[in-house]
């Protein structure tokens, strides 16, 4: 079962930040936080990954509570293309012995509005 | 251009016609995974592979079979496919080395009749 939650849907206006919660309150030690987008049944898409410090790279940034019990996925200029369904998922690295499965839960529906 | 290619993106068939579903990655990636996505379901893993030759089940692999004999390839085989075979395949692909982000191909729509 999936150990995230996230909120099933969100809207963002074009432009504007988008910031996509997730709560994974038990979270272990050793567990990574991942992001993954899936545009409208096409593969899965890699967006982000952190374990306890904020991350950025040219798709979003991550933020990693001091508790690592949630995190944010900010695009900070969505576009209509970041339309698409947004997975949290949290596993143990695979150099640490981490599963070979990314279990995706339901995701959040985020729709870019012009 | 690094990706993960499958064929035929679009298949009808009927019960009990054998057909096989291939997928090829051209980053060198020794993991390689069959997924199926189903609405309400999510995505879940049918089988993997570690490396030429190593394969293992997911957590549905009731009905499917794989093979791994070249590193780039790694086909999905229906040998007598069903209506509740019908859904929507992804293969993925990754190194064992470093950051083990998966990348997915382009997505295969099934229809068992």
């Known amino acids: 079962d999936a150990k995230t939650t996230q909120p099933p849907s969100m809207d963002c206006a074009e432009g504007r930040a988008a910031n996509l919660p997730c709560n994974h309150s038990t979270i272990s030690g050793n567990e990574y936080v991942y992001w993954y987008r899936q545009i409208h049944s096409q593969g899965p898409q890699y967006i982000i990954h952190g374990l306890k410090n904020n991350e950025t790279n040219e798709m979003a940034s991550l933020i990693i509570t001091e508790d690592r019990k949630s995190s944010t996925l900010i695009l900070p200029h969505a576009t209509l293309r970041d339309t698409a369904v947004y997975y949290c998922?949290?596993?143990?690295?695979?150099?640490?012995?981490?599963?070979?499965?990314?279990?995706f839960g339901k995701g959040t529906k985020l729709t870019v509005n012009p | 251009e690094a990706q993960v290619t499958q064929n035929p993106r679009y298949l009808i068939t009927v019960t009990g016609k054998k057909l096989t579903v291939t997928c090829s990655q051209n980053?060198?990636?020794?993991?390689m995974s069959w997924y199926r996505q189903d609405p309400g379901l999510g995505l879940r893993q049918i089988y993997y592979s570690m490396n030429v030759e190593v394969t293992d089940k997911g957590d549905v692999p009731e009905g499917y079979k794989v093979s791994r004999k070249e590193k780039r390839n790694f086909p999905l085989i229906l040998e007598s496919p069903s209506p509740n075979q019908t859904s929507l395949y992804f293969c993925a692909s990754r190194g064992l080395a470093g950051l083990d982000t998966q990348y997915f191909g382009p997505g295969t729509r099934l229809t068992v009749l």
């Open positions: 998922i949290v596993r143990v690295a695979l150099s640490q012995g981490g599963s070979e499965k990314l279990v």
């Open positions: 980053m060198n990636h020794e993991y």
